[in-house]
């Protein structure tokens, strides 16, 4: 499941079904924040200096994605919960200004970022 399919959910008002997306989907960010971290390690242990760079911005880019998910849940929880509007409305825009700060980080050469992980 992905964050957008939790906030699709959420948007529907089936704020059960958007906890648990969004629940999976931070998982996921999480996984790739740490998978990132792990490349610029490698990457830095055998001086491949740029490819460590990229995945350090990748890193940076995944845990604002992975904040701003968590902002998500946080507004779906609110609103299962039956909490008062500027409470979800908070986490909401939370979320959006999060989103749009990770968006906002350009990664270069996502094609050197695949082949450090191996997936290229």
């Not at 906030?7 to 990132?36: H, K, P, R």
């Not at 490349?39 to 992975?66: P, S």
């Not at 409305?89 to 990770?102: I, M, P, Q, T, Y």
Request: aromatic content about 4%; proline content about 0%; glycine content about 4%.
């Amino acid at each position: 499941m992905t964050r957008d399919e939790g906030v699709t959910a959420f948007n529907q008002e089936a704020y059960a079904d958007a906890v648990d997306a969004i629940e999976t989907a931070l998982s996921g960010y999480e996984e790739a924040e740490d998978g990132f971290a792990e490349a610029a390690d490698l990457a830095a242990q055998i001086d491949a200096g740029e490819t460590a760079d990229i995945c350090e911005t990748a890193v940076d880019e995944t845990a604002l994605q992975a904040d701003a998910t968590n902002a998500a849940l946080s507004a779906a929880r609110a609103a299962r919960d039956d909490a008062d509007a500027e409470t979800i409305n908070g986490h909401v825009e939370r979320f959006r200004s999060l989103r749009d700060d990770a968006a906002a980080i350009d990664i270069a050469d996502t094609d050197a970022v695949a082949s450090a992980l191996g997936i290229k």
